[in-house]
């Protein structure tokens, strides 16, 4: 998650920040994704021919040292970065991992992320998932009170 009290408004910030550069690269983005394991990915891309990428946000090296869950994002992905600010200690994060930097008004990339293999299966239904909760999200804006829409086995 985006993090808590005054680290959740920084967090909030540099996932603004990714967006632009997501958007710049071709990217659309939705911050706190759901993922298919429950969890929540901090960014996570889709271009329009289907390309998947999550960016785990870290505002503090002890918020990276909180927090390894990270490495299970990996398998729903074809990239994955950190995007820290730029006075993180860049050194503590794993150097075989794409790395950003970023603050409220954009983002940069330090360090390009390998690619990943992404099942097939898993790619189908993150592009469905991705569909559905930018829709529902969108709808929101529409109408604060929607209905509820596991009564209609969506």
Known sequence: MLGEGNNRSRALGLARGVARLLGAMGYGSLPEFVL?????????????????????????????????????YESYCDQFYFAVPAEFPMAELPADRGLMAAD?????????????????????ALVLDFGFQASCRLGRLNDPNPPDLSLSGA
């Open 104 to 124: 409220a008004y954009g983002a940069a990339i330090l360090r390009e992320a390998p690619p990943l293999v992404l099942a097939p299966a898993r790619r189908r």
């Open 36 to 72: 298919g394991c429950g969890r929540r990915a901090d960014v996570f891309g889709m271009t329009g021919r289907g390309a998947l990428i999550i960016v785990e946000i870290k505002t503090s090296l002890a918020d990276f040292r909180a927090d390894q869950k990270w490495p299970e």
